[in-house]
């Protein structure tokens, strides 16, 4: 996805060494308690962890790259 721009093929969803969100919901605009909290406690061995940001369209408008917290990294 990163070098085509394109979706990948749902089997390829959970496959590979790269987590990526595919959907998630921030209430209230939330989004940076929620990458933080992903951060430091759902994934803190994950060095990198991506989303896609979509267009109204559907089309992909960029793709979101977060580090995890864990200094060890």
Do not use: C
């Not at 987590?19 to 933080?36: C, K, L, N, S």
């Amino acid at each position: 996805m990163l070098e085509k721009g394109e979706l990948l093929p749902n089997a390829d969803w959970q496959t590979g060494k790269y987590v990526w969100f595919i959907d998630y919901v921030a209430p209230y605009g939330h989004t940076a308690h929620i990458v933080r909290d992903m951060q430091r406690h759902v994934f803190p061995d994950q060095r990198y962890f991506y989303a896609v940001r979509r267009n109204e369209d559907g089309g992909i408008r960029k793709i979101a790259r977060w580090r995890s917290y864990n200094p060890s990294n």
